[in-house]
């Protein structure tokens, strides 16, 4: 069974930082790409960053320079590092496993808020 477990959402003030990680069973993690979307209230769900199985990353404009992601295959883990937040950065993040095929994660909220 494929899971894909969040954490580490919260509320934070503008111009605070979040780490986001993504714990992935059930699929060989080290050849997935792994990525973060997110859904902000009443819009649809957006790309915020991926990563290659090879290490190579892909941005948003939004967040490019405010956010890194990157992966750890020996903890079958990939994290989001959220710096400068805004209050539009504020959603449900989603993480994301594709390869032969997809997964996603149940989500975890992040509300930017003073």
């Known amino acids: 069974q494929v899971q894909l477990v969040e954490s580490g959402g919260g509320l934070v003030q503008p111009g605070g930082s979040l780490r986001l990680s993504c714990a992935g069973s059930?699929?060989?993690?080290?050849?997935?790409?792994m990525g973060w979307y997110r859904q902000p209230p009443g819009k649809q769900r957006e790309l915020v960053a991926t990563i290659t199985s090879g290490g190579n990353t892909n941005y948003a404009g939004s967040v490019e320079g405010r956010f890194t992601i990157s992966r750890d295959n020996a903890k079958n883990t990939v994290y989001l590092q959220a710096n400068s937040l805004k209050p539009e950065d504020t959603a449900v993040y989603y993480c994301?496993?594709?390869?032969?095929?997809?997964?996603w994660g149940q989500g975890t909220q992040v509300t930017v808020s003073s």
């Open positions: 994301y496993a594709g390869f032969i095929a997809t997964y």
């Open positions: 059930g699929i060989m993690f080290s050849r997935y790409v």
